[in-house]
């Protein structure tokens, strides 16, 4: 199998090549977008219930992670600035179709749970301050293709509801610091609860509560890798990358800490894990006056802007997926007029639905992390493999120790010492198998057509 379509000869050609509409203060605005969102507005509570007052700390540790692999993806996407992450440098160093394969659908699947986990919180506590008439599994199947219908009109119109989305999101963090530096300086808030674990003693039993919070947490950093796959639609990506994606994982890291910090503060981790809208929890404790109802719509807002990106994300990995002879030809159909993957928004609409119809926002969120992990710690070990394949321009190149160490993080925060759910490894593996189909169908229709 060819590695890249320029090679092949397999990209179709009457298919015209995607828009080049962002600029880089539009990435870095989608970076910070995408990893702002369902993770800190809805999946704090339970990160609390898993570790404790102590909620600050998983997300120190999650922010050196995707520090980590943030530096691996950079210099990656600089050597290969095109459509497919992950996958694409996965096939360059391995020259495996069937790992780069199940990397591929393993970080589309990955997007997908994140988007249904956007959509679960979305029909959840916040969208309850408001009504509680619509069914949330309905709602949120609408929400999901809803979404789908704004991807499919073109990634400009995508990426500036991006904009909009992600200045909204950032206002309600902004709002709970706010809250928070108020409490402090009135001396409200239990600061004792900061230091205090859910895990009674010390040892194998507190390390396992840590990492399990943390590989929940994670699910908070994710979406930087996603924004590698808009490379072809990225205007001069090589220079724009690096700032984008470190900036934009700085930021978003530290807004996390300071809003785990005033999230512990004000409210006991136990009331935290038993709403889908934990920091509804936090303005309502907070001693200011604050319409609840207003920061409900905040948040819906920020949710729905994960939701988008990751439906983005999936949608264009179908695309440069088909273009390198991955995926079956139709999935990099383009819609003429608006130039937009087609097939692709509609097969992963149709995974994202299945998916909200039968997962939980605690359970997808972990299902997203767990799948990244896994790709996260092949990511960092391709750009080892790949040191000796040279490239004619200039693009960052990260300290070896960086890939090593994220590697090792990225194992140990998938392994089995991350306390989770037998429903995320059964979620998983169904995905995989799903995947595992996909592959030998396409792999009959190459052979038939003898391209193979």
Excluded at 86 to 91: D, M, P, R, V
Excluded at 154 to 180: A, F, P, Y
Excluded at 375 to 386: D, G, H, K, R
Aim: proline share 5%.
């Amino acid at each position: 199998m060819a590695t890249t379509a320029s090679t092949s000869g397999a990209a179709p050609e009457q298919q015209p090549p995607l828009k080049r509409a962002i600029g880089p203060k539009l990435l870095l605005l989608f970076v910070i977008g995408d990893i702002l969102g369902t993770g800190i507005y809805a999946t704090t509570g339970k990160v609390a219930g898993k570790v404790g007052g102590a909620l600050w700390l998983p997300f120190v540790i999650g922010f050196v992670v995707a520090l980590l692999t943030a530096a691996s993806y950079v210099e990656l996407v600089g050597k290969y600035p095109k459509a497919a992450g992950a996958a694409l440098y996965t096939q360059k160093a391995f020259k495996v179709p069937f790992i780069t394969f199940i990397v591929a659908f393993m970080v589309m699947c990955s997007g997908l749970s994140s988007a249904s986990a956007a959509a679960r919180a979305f029909s959840g506590d916040y969208f309850q301050e408001f009504t509680d008439a619509v069914p949330p599994t309905l709602l949120a199947i609408v929400f999901i293709i809803a979404l789908a219908s704004l991807a499919l009109r073109g990634v400009s119109e995508s990426v500036k509801t991006n904009v909009v989305l992600t200045l909204v999101e950032l206002t309600g963090l902004v709002i709970i610091l706010g809250i928070g530096a108020w409490a402090v300086i009135t001396g409200d808030g239990e600061p004792s609860r900061l230091g205090e674990f859910e895990a009674s003693g010390t040892g194998y039993a507190l390390i396992t509560s840590v990492l399990g919070a943390t590989a929940l947490g994670f699910f908070a950093f994710v979406g930087f890798e996603d924004s590698v796959n808009m490379a072809e639609e990225t205007r001069d990506p090589v220079r724009a990358f690096p700032r984008a994606i470190f900036l934009g994982v700085t930021i978003t890291g530290t807004i996390y800490v300071l809003v785990a910090l005033v999230s512990s503060l004000l409210v006991h981790y136990e009331v935290l894990e038993q709403s889908s809208g934990p920091l509804l929890e936090v303005v309502k404790a907070g001693g200011v006056d604050f319409p609840p109802k207003l920061f409900a719509l905040i948040a819906l807002f920020a949710v729905t802007n994960s939701a988008l990106i990751n439906i983005m994300m999936a949608s264009r990995l179908c695309y440069g997926l088909a273009n390198e002879r991955v995926l079956p030809r139709i999935m990099g159909h383009v819609l003429r007029r608006r130039r937009t993957p087609l097939t692709g928004i509609v097969f992963v609409t149709l995974i994202a639905i299945a998916l909200v119809s039968t997962g939980e926002i605690e359970g997808l969120g972990d299902t997203t992390a767990f799948l990244l992990l896994c790709v996260f710690a092949v990511v960092n070990v391709t750009v080892l493999v790949l040191r000796k394949d040279r490239v004619p321009h200039a693009h960052f190149r990260t300290p070896t120790a960086l890939p090593i160490l994220g590697a090792i993080t990225s194992v140990i925060l998938a392994s089995p010492l991350a306390e989770r759910a037998a429903d995320v490894y059964i979620r998983a593996g169904i995905l995989l198998a799903i995947g595992i189909g996909l592959w030998v169908v396409n792999k009959i229709v190459l052979k038939v057509r003898g391209e193979e």
